[in-house]
Each structure stands twice: as structure tokens, then as C-alpha cells.
């Protein structure tokens, strides 16, 4: 571990090593018996997590929440993810801003203290199946009937939509204005559901992915699904601003991932070298080996300290799109590098599902996917500087 730097205060140092422990105790030996065999994280590690706090470290304290900020959310989630990215992951399902940005101070009186229970955890249904980056072109739609929103069409990369409470979705409930604003007429909406199944009226089958164990991704149908009108949320319409306000926050808890992922790969590659004799010394002694660990050790430091700078702007309400997508970018782009290098010093041990270097280098090849892939991470950095292009 690094030491505290300027911005790391006594408290933040106590977060982070709280949270580091309980990783290694109780995350990390969940999932080395679970990532194997693609396992769900069980409820018992959720109710650990709740009891922690974590599902609300970004709740303000009138609602149940820590009223903690951006930093302490990521140095939570760092060490999370040193152990199981989703795990990192699933406490945003409560920390996740979104929700507070878009319902009334009445529903947030209601809900933010059962987030922060761990009660009341989402799913985002944002993405289709011809809809990524260019979220703007959103088809599903939403038809207000006899006092209910009825659902139709289809959604992509709903990771979490069986395990959680409800759903977060994003319909169309009107044509945009002209081609210019696609991103009008975007309406969300909650749509309750039991814990454990989808939504009535919902089709849904999981993705097979290569990595991200821990919870299922959904591709979802849906035909027919009815809400009641008060399940709309936000201003009618104009909710795709809602999508982009909480941006910073999300690719900075991409990054934080990405630095758990990359370090533990690099612990665990330390280890193994230290232990490892060919030749008659330990490989740690060859100097390949010394300058590959010297180099991965330096791209997580500078990525972790750019994080922090990132934070402590977020936490300070100031604008920081370039930063973020900055650190997103850096992060994820470093975890990939950082965890091929420590599965290429364990050599064919790394190639095996008997060492969690496998399983770091797998999730981290994701981080440069989701919240943005790194090529609209260099869009948004080029824009920037150069102002966007005029084709």
C-alpha cells in the first residue's frame, strides 16, 4: 500500500484500512471460491456490506447515509475491488446519485434510509441492443394509458436486474423536437420489482460474459410492462441531463476499480515472485522481473493520485469532465497493462484459475468498456483542448 498523501487525512486513512481488511477477510475468500464457477455474490456478503455502510457512504446523514464524499466512496471501492470488482460495484447501486437527483424530497424521505440499508439496491436499465455510447438514441418507449405507463422494447447490459429491488429505466415518452436533440423526450421511471426475479411482463435471458462474476447481466424484453403513473421520475422528458450530471462520479469509481484490480494483481505478483525458484534463486532476484513490478508499482501510484485530485475537485463542486474522463481513461488503460504484467510473471500458473491474477486481468479488460470506453474518454479529452470537430 502507499502512504497518505496530502489529501489523505487521519479519517481517510482509517477508511480505507477498514475497508482493506475487510476485503481480504471477508470479500476475497468469497471470491476466490465463487469467480471460479461464476457465482453470485451471496446475500450473506450484501448484509456485510450494509452493515458496513457502504450502500450508503454518499446518503446524506438525515437519510440514514455517512454524508461522506467522492473520495471516501473510491477508497472504499479500491479496496472492494482488490478483492471482487463486482462487489466494488454493487455498492453503487446504493451510493449511485442518480435517484436523488431525479425524485422529490418527499420519495427521498422514503427511499435514500432503505438504500442506505441495503434495502432498496437498482438496477440501471439505460442500455439496447443498438444503443451504447450514443445513449440520445434510446427506443424503448413508455405510453401513458388509463393512468399507467405501459413499457415496450428491449434493454442491454442490465447487470444486477434479477438480485436488485427495482430498476432504474430510461424510455422514450416523446419524439425528439429535431435531429439535433435526440436527447428530448427521454423520460425514467422506478419499476418495483421482487428481489430475486424480473419485473412482470419481462423476458430476460443473462449474457454470457467472459468475466464480471459475481452478478448476472440481462439482456430484458419487454412487452406490455405496466407502471403506475407515479412510477415517473424526474422532469418529463429530460431526463438524459440526469445521465450526464452524474458522470464525474461514476468514471472516478471506474478508475478506483480499475487502481483495486491493478494493485491487487501487483501484490499478488510480488508474492509469487518471492516465492517462485528457477534457477536456483527466487525470480523476484532477475531483473525483468524487479523492473516489470517498478513499473506496474509506478502506473497504479500516479493513477491512484490522479484519482484523488479528480475526488477532492468532485467533492469540492467543481466541474471536472476532462479530469474525469482523464482518470477514467488512465486508470482503466493501466489496469490493463498492470494486470497482463503480473499473470505474465506467474506464467503458466497465471493462465490457471487456481490465482486470482486471472480473474483481476479479466475485469480490468472491462474498465475500459463501461462508463464510457476509452475512445469516448479521448473524445471528451480532445474536445477539450481542441474544441469539438466541425464534421
Known amino acids: 500500500m502507499s502512504g497518505a498523501s496530502g489529501l489523505m487525512t487521519p479519517e481517510r486513512c482509517l477508511i480505507r484500512d477498514t475497508a482493506r481488511d475487510f476485503t481480504f477477510n471477508e470479500v476475497l475468500p468469497v471470491a476466490n471460491r465463487l469467480d471460479p464457477e461464476q457465482g453470485d455474490i451471496p446475500d450473506a456478503l450484501r448484509a456485510q456490506l450494509a452493515d458496513m455502510g457502504y450502500f450508503g457512504i454518499r446518503i446524506a ?8 464524499g467522492c473520495f471516501e466512496y473510491c477508497l472504499v471501492a479500491e479496496q472492494l475491488a482488490r478483492g471482487w470488482m463486482s462487489v466494488a460495484s454493487i455498492i453503487a447501486r446504493g451510493n449511485g446519485m442518480l435517484i436523488a437527483d431525479l425524485v422529490t424530497p418527499e420519495q427521498k424521505r422514503d427511499i435514500l434510509p432503505r438504500v ?28 401513458l394509458r388509463g393512468g399507467e405507463w405501459v413499457i415496450t422494447g428491449n434493454k442491454y447490459w442490465c447487470t444486477f436486474a434479477d438480485g436488485a429491488d427495482y430498476l432504474v429505466l430510461f424510455a422514450r415518452t416523446a419524439p425528439p423536437p429535431d435531429p439535433t436533440r435526440r436527447h428530448l423526450g427521454i423520460s425514467a421511471f422506478i419499476v418495483d420489482k421482487p428481489r430475486g426475479a424480473l419485473p412482470p411482463n419481462t423476458q430476460g435471458a443473462p449474457i454470457p460474459k467472459i468475466g464480471y462474476f459475481g452478478w448476472k447481466t440481462w439482456e430484458l424484453a419487454f412487452d406490455g410492462l405496466r407502471v403506475p403513473a ?7 422528458g429530460k431526463a438524459f441531463y440526469a445521465l450526464t450530471k452524474g458522470l464525474d462520479e461514476a468514471r472516478a469509481h471506474t478508475a478506483a476499480r480499475s487502481i483495486g484490480l491493478a494493485q491487487g494483481a501487483l501484490e499478488d505478483a510480488t508474492a509469487y515472485a518471492q516465492q517462485r525458484v528457477q534457477f536456483g534463486q527466487p525470480i523476484s532476484e532477475f531483473q525483468v522481473t524487479r523492473f516489470k513490478l517498478a513499473k506496474m508499482a509506478t502506473e497504479i501510484e500516479a493513477a491512484r493520485q490522479l484519482l484523488y485530485f479528480v475526488c477532492d475537485r468532485i467533492d469540492a463542486g467543481e466541474r471536472c469532465d476532462r479530469e474525469a474522463a482523464m482518470v477514467k481513461y488512465f486508470a482503466s488503460e493501466m489496469a490493463e497493462r498492470v494486470t497482463s504484467e503480473a499473470l505474465q510473471i506467474l506464467g503458466g500458473a497465471g493462465y490457471t484459475k487456481l490465482h486470482a491474477v486471472e480473474r483481476y486481468w479479466r475485469d480490468a479488460r472491462l474498465t475500459k468498456i463501461f462508463e464510457g470506453t ?3 474518454q479521448l473524445r471528451i479529452i480532445s474536445d477539450s483542448l481542441l474544441g469539438k470537430p466541425k464534421a
Open 116 to 143: 442506505a440499508r441495503g434495502e432498496y439496491l437498482c438496477a440501471a436499465a439505460l442500455s439496447e441492443p443498438d444503443t451504447g455510447s450514443d445513449l440520445a438514441s434510446i427506443s424503448c418507449r413508455a405510453e
Open 61 to 68: 446523514e438525515e437519510y440514514g447515509g455517512s454524508g461522506l
Open 230 to 236: 407515479s412510477a415517473q421520475i424526474g422532469e418529463p
Open 374 to 376: 476509452s475512445e469516448i
